[in-house]
């Protein structure tokens, strides 16, 4: 089973910016996708953007153009670099992981905007 260390959290004031990190271990197999999903209070879980194995990335609209989603392949480690932070990304935001094999989550890091 793949493992997932998440860093990079907090508390960041509207129009600031954060770097999520997301680092993995014992992967047996070829990774699909690593991505990110977030999930605020009384709300569903909801997809953030990933990037695939190819390099081609995918977002929600709702970031799309703030959010980017990267990976080192030498590190196995994936990143969500986060601009212009608005109130309502205030969440708890998981790494996921993809392999052929298997789909792993991250313990999930809290990220506060504050107006």
């Known amino acids: 089973q793949v493992q997932l260390v998440e860093s990079g959290g907090g508390l960041v004031q509207a129009g600031g910016s954060l770097r999520l990190s997301c680092a993995a271990s014992?992967?047996?197999?070829?990774?699909?996708?690593m991505g990110w999903y977030r999930q605020a209070p009384g709300k569903q879980r909801e997809l953030v953007g990933f990037?695939?194995?190819?390099?081609?990335?995918n977002y929600a609209a709702s970031v799309k153009g703030r959010f980017t989603v990267s990976r080192d392949n030498t590190k196995n480690t994936g990143y969500l670099q986060m601009n212009s932070l608005k109130p309502e990304d205030t969440a708890v935001y998981y790494c996921?992981?993809?392999?052929?094999?298997?789909?792993?989550w991250g313990q999930g890091t809290q990220v506060t905007v504050s107006s």
């Open positions: 996921n992981v993809r392999t052929i094999v298997d789909n792993s």
């Open positions: 014992r992967i047996s197999s070829r990774i699909v996708t």
């Open positions: 990037i695939s194995s190819d390099g081609s990335t």
